[in-house]
């Protein structure tokens, strides 16, 4: 069955870098766009970031544009986050997540990691 | 951004119930509409995706429809499983986008 788990996750200062995976079994994963998606604890859900299944289109929302790289080793079925110039309203959890299509195109998510959670606080 | 909007925010039901939910767009997403349940400290769960498609495994009691900007869910008879928050997304363009949440909780 598809999994995702998601890892990298922690506190973090302001201004500071981390960088979030997510490991994908049990599906292939390079016919598959991915997504990172965030909710800061209590609160709604946020779509962060999209990789095409072979990596040469990405999309970002406006809030993280310029600051997050999304990318992916299919060699090694793994998605990443490169979060740069962190700042506190991005203290959120973080998933990983599938689309329900393959190949290129806007499709919903079938498949979610459990999370990892970002503090960013000094 | 496309902003997508939800109706109620919060509902108080009982077990058996019917529950409708609606989502509605700042522009018109054809039939580009899902609809995600979540329950607390779990990842969200895919119910209905381009607007009325249930997804595999997912009990018929749920229900899509809408296109263009106005769209609604439904769970024809409320079980004690589904007391969760609802979220519609919209994935017709991006950014995709997601609604605020209606939490359903039991009366």
């Known amino acids: 069955q598809v999994q995702l788990v998601e890892s990298g996750g922690g506190v973090v200062q302001p201004g500071r870098s981390l960088r979030l995976s997510c490991a994908a079994s049990g599906f292939t994963f390079n016919i598959y766009g991915m997504h990172w998606v965030r909710q800061v604890p209590g609160k709604g859900l946020e779509w962060v970031a999209v990789i095409s299944y072979d990596g040469s289109n990405k999309y970002y929302g406006d809030s993280v544009k310029g600051r997050f790289t999304i990318s992916r080793d299919n060699s090694k079925n793994t998605l990443s986050l490169q979060m740069n110039s962190l700042r506190a309203d991005d203290t959120a959890v973080y998933y990983c997540a599938k689309a329900i299509s393959k190949g290129f195109g806007e499709f919903p998510f079938d498949n979610w990691g459990q999370g990892t959670l970002v503090t960013v606080s000094s | 951004a496309i902003q997508l909007t939800q109706s109620p925010s919060s509902l108080s039901a009982s077990v058996r119930d019917r529950v409708t939910i609606t989502c509605r767009a700042s522009q018109g997403i054809s039939s580009a509409l899902a609809w995600y349940q979540q329950k607390p400290g779990k990842a969200p769960k895919l119910l209905i995706y381009?607007?009325?498609s249930l997804e595999s495994g997912v009990p018929s009691r749920f229900s899509g429809s809408g296109s263009g900007t106005d769209f609604t869910l439904t769970i024809s008879s409320l079980q004690p499983e589904d007391f969760a928050t609802y979220y519609c997304?919209?994935?017709?363009?991006?950014?995709?986008?997601f609604g605020p949440g209606t939490k359903v909780d039991i009366k």
């Open positions: 997304q919209q994935f017709n363009i991006y950014p995709f986008t």
């Open positions: 381009d607007a009325s």
